[in-house]
């Protein structure tokens, strides 16, 4: 739960992590790299970054996560090398250069064993403006509440959901407010009335390691590698790493072996999309 | 010579020490000022919600449930700690005392997240199956308290411990019997450790900012009843501080501030009891 | 080794104490897990009269007094042989498991005042309220009876909710005097209760002793020879014989003090003077 330790930051660790990640930059033979960001993002960039430093002894990549909003705010303050966001980057945002390293999308789920399996998007709307309140409303078992599992603001899976869902932040109805996946998987997992959305790459994964998730059918496509790579899922993301200035030495070093297959094989086996 | 140079060397300690503290707290109040002037103290508490991005910054609800989460710590735990720490005292045998204070001292130093992971794992569902949707101020109650309850433990065996075998002896001179005894004689001689172990723990459930946010749901609201989910002030740092900007990152400075004030206060108030030597 | 046991027996048999006994043991042994620290005590303490103990640094002395109320009891590796007769009764068959009964009728004061770190109307009321009594004006009349009865009512009356630990020394070894009788115990025993004190308030609680002695049975163990020549009217001498604490002789202080009759008493006595 490498999340966890980032997100209570506190300033003083901020000027810490700005000194490591400023200072060594320039550090030559010794390269270390400070990655911050998405927590969907993180787990990939975790990964690769522990087949990157195998491959060259003395390279450091520490990865942090906090959010997507954090890591182009972080990016914008020089206080690390990479933003890792999980989404496309807004206008605003656009003064940064986003290089595309994965693609993902975001199910929807409850708990394994919640009888339904489908659910279209004007159910999901209705429940997540808490218009429906009962799962016997929709299909499922009647007289159990629906306990609606939602991202805290200024993530990018939320931002990417609402958007979907055409739904604005205070329209939201939420009984729980989670903080990265991890928490989202596991606050689902742990109530059989649960509902909620992660990145199907993380759900694929929990659900590969026994954590007792279903990821339910929205619009007749099942959130699978398969879909999102054909693009017939639909809510589907890039995952990014942004850069103030096009990418260079170590950075660009790294995207190369990001792109690789070896890079693309990492990237497949944590269930996202690698791009080619 | 030697004598003179620990001077120095403790002055100089306690001198970075005390200024960190003063550099981090002037730097809250720079960070906040600018918020404060221009949103206003009163809006704080007067707002209509919480949605800094669109200009609305009450944190009552926030506090509120940072208040309810120490205290329901505090009372759940306090008691419970006295007790363990009088029964390793005076009623367990040796062996017992030997493994008892290992364990507490363990369960002292273990990291928030463990007790937090705990909480999501396997707490929460079991409240989600009695009262949905699990995720709520009981629950974070009973994490934090059974995050401090060690804490305090060890606190009040050490003021156990310590104080002087002449009160026993006295005590059992005077023919009074064991549970009088502590209840008399031994609580309200120690009510200094006491008062500094709930003191310990009441700042460290307020400050907790993992364990809670993992298992109180984090919903801004006041909360009706114990199973409803609330956010506490440092969730809401933990989760916004790290996009927040401009007055938005102001707010969550003032939060800090608060927290920051409200320890403060419970070391000023461990003070007042500690030096008000005689009771009545 | 022989000789001794012999003489204790001797002294024993010679001695025709007046007045009732209020205490008496038989064949007393104490000891600390395997380490045997009193042998073989037999003792008659009078009633209504100041006993002292004397004896050099680990004759056992203290260690006899604890048997008496059974502050043995505190660490649990102590076992205790033969018999302590409060009156008629064993103190250990007869007084049952339970201590409290005990020592409701022994008190004792320590070498160190030790009151309780409230005020002295606490530290007075305390014991009472433990054993029944509730009433507010029947506790305050008991107070100032047992302040008055060592002295101290005079000075600290009026400020009894004051914390007991601004008293001097002295004052807080009197107030654990008035402390251990609010109970109306029938014996009272002090360990050193001097040692600790400076030259007046010794005096003022040697003439306190000299005063109780008409209510109380007082066993006083001192180091002092000079205070046992002041206070007491019987005298025992505890030494240490290989390592292990014997009663060599007891009497009369008078006769004690002037025809001792062990061998060891008049080392004793002469060294001292």
Redesign the interface.
């Known amino acids: 739960?490498k999340c966890?330790?980032a997100?209570?930051?506190i300033?003083?660790l901020a000027l810490v992590a700005y000194w490591i990640g400023f200072g060594s930059s320039h550090a030559g033979e010794n390269l270390r790299l400070l990655a911050t960001g998405s927590s969907t993002v993180a787990p990939v960039m975790a990964e690769l970054a522990r087949k990157y430093e195998q491959a060259h002894p003395g390279a450091r990549i520490d990865v942090q996560t906090?959010?997507?909003?954090?890591g182009?705010?972080d990016m914008i303050n020089g206080l690390c090398d990479m933003g890792m966001v999980s989404r496309d980057l807004k206008p605003s945002e656009r003064v940064l250069h986003a290089y595309t390293i994965a693609h993902d999308g975001i199910a929807v789920i409850t708990h394994r064993d919640n009888p339904i399996d489908v659910l279209d998007r004007a159910r999901l709307i209705e429940i997540y403006r808490g218009e429906v309140r009962d799962w016997g409303d929709v299909g499922g078992a009647a007289g159990v509440?629906i306990?609606v599992v939602n991202k805290?603001?200024?993530r990018s899976t939320l931002e990417l959901f609402l958007h979907y869902l055409d739904l604005s932040?205070?329209q939201v109805h939420?009984?729980?407010?989670?903080?990265d996946n991890q928490?989202g998987l596991?606050?689902v997992a742990?109530?059989?009335?649960?509902i909620g959305y992660v990145s199907i790459g993380a759900a694929l994964h929990a659900q590969q390691e026994g954590v007792p998730i279903k990821l339910l059918t929205l619009e007749g496509a099942e959130p699978t590698i398969a879909n999102v790579t054909a693009g017939n899922y639909p809510i589907t993301r890039p995952l990014n790493i942004v850069t103030r200035k096009p990418a260079q030495g170590a950075v660009s070093e790294l995207l190369a072996f990001i792109h690789s297959d070896e890079g693309a094989s990492v990237i497949e086996s944590l269930n996202f999309v690698p791009v080619r | 010579m030697t004598d003179r140079l620990l001077t120095w060397t403790l002055g100089a300690a306690t001198l970075v020490v005390v200024s960190l503290i003063a550099v981090?707290a002037v730097?809250l109040l720079n960070e906040s000022l600018d918020t404060l002037n221009r949103v206003g103290l009163g809006r704080f508490f007067s707002d209509s919600g919480w949605?800094p991005?669109?200009g609305r910054f009450n944190i009552l609800p926030m506090i509120v449930a940072s208040v309810l989460l120490m205290a329901g710590a505090v009372i759940v735990a306090a008691p419970l700690a006295v007790l363990t720490a009088v029964f390793l005292r005076f009623y367990a045998p040796s062996p017992v005392v030997d493994t008892g204070r290992r364990i507490i001292e363990v369960l002292a130093a273990m990291p928030s997240?463990v007790y937090?992971?705990w909480g999501?794992?396997v707490l929460?569902?079991v409240i989600?199956?009695w009262q949905?949707?699990?995720?709520s101020l009981m629950a974070g109650i009973l994490v934090l308290s059974l995050m401090i309850f060690p804490t305090i433990t060890i606190v009040v065996h050490s003021g156990l411990t310590a104080m002087p075998q002449r009160y026993i002896e006295a005590s059992l001179a005077l023919a009074l019997n064991r549970a009088y005894m502590v209840r008399r004689v031994v609580l309200p001689a120690i009510r200094a450790s006491i008062a500094a172990g709930v003191t310990l723990g009441a700042a460290r459930a307020i400050g907790e900012?993992?364990a809670v946010?993992?298992v109180t749901?984090?919903?801004v609201a006041v909360p009706g009843d114990l199973f409803d989910?609330v956010?506490a002030l440092?969730s809401n740092i933990?989760?916004?501080?790290?996009?927040?900007?401009g007055d938005h990152r102001g707010a969550l400075y003032i939060s800090s501030l608060l927290l920051l004030a409200v320890v403060i206060l419970l070391v000023l108030i461990n003070e007042f009891i500690v030096s008000n030597k005689c009771e009545y | 080794m022989d000789r001794i046991t012999e003489a204790v027996t001797c002294t024993q048999k010679q001695e025709n104490t007046s007045g009732n006994i209020c205490l008496c043991t038989e064949s007393l042994c104490l000891s600390y897990g395997t380490r045997a620290a009193l042998e073989n005590v037999s003792i008659r303490i009078p009633s209504r009269s100041v006993t002292a103990i004397i004896g050099p640094s680990g004759s056992g002395k203290s260690s006899f007094l604890c048997c008496l109320n059974r502050m043995t009891d505190l660490s649990g590796s102590t076992t205790v042989g033969g018999s302590v007769h409060l009156g008629e009764h064993d103190i250990h068959r007869d007084l049952g498991k339970n201590p409290i009964a005990l020592r409701r009728r022994v008190g004792m004061v320590f070498q160190l005042p030790n009151p309780f770190p409230f005020s002295i109307w606490k530290n007075l009321a305390l014991p009472l309220t433990h054993h029944g009594v509730a009433n507010k004006r029947e506790l305050s009349g008991i107070i100032e009876q047992v302040l008055r009865r060592v002295g101290l009512w005079e000075e600290v009356g009026g400020r009894l909710r004051d914390s007991a630990l601004t008293l001097s020394g002295g004052q807080q070894q009197r107030l654990c005097i008035a402390r251990a009788l609010v109970l109306e115990p029938e014996v009272l025993l002090m360990d050193e209760p001097c040692s600790s004190l400076d030259p007046l308030s010794t005096k003022r609680i040697e003439t306190l002793i000299g005063q109780l002695k008409d209510r109380y049975t007082i066993v006083v163990v001192t180091h002092d020879l000079a205070q046992a020549r002041r206070v007491a009217d019987h005298v025992a001498l505890f030494w240490n014989v290989d390592g292990v604490g014997r009663l060599i002789e007891q009497g009369s202080a008078a006769r004690i003090f002037q025809h001792p009759q062990h061998e060891l008493t008049t080392t004793y006595l002469e060294g001292q003077l």
């Open positions: 739960m966890l330790f997100c209570g930051r300033t003083v906090g959010g997507s909003s954090r182009i705010a509440p306990v805290a603001a200024g932040p205070d939420s009984d729980i407010i989670i903080g928490q596991k606050t742990g109530n059989r009335s649960g | 981090i730097f949605s991005t669109m997240v937090g992971l999501l794992v929460v569902p989600a199956a949905q949707p699990g995720a900012t993992m946010m993992m749901g984090n919903i989910p956010r440092t933990a989760l916004e501080m790290a996009y927040a900007l």
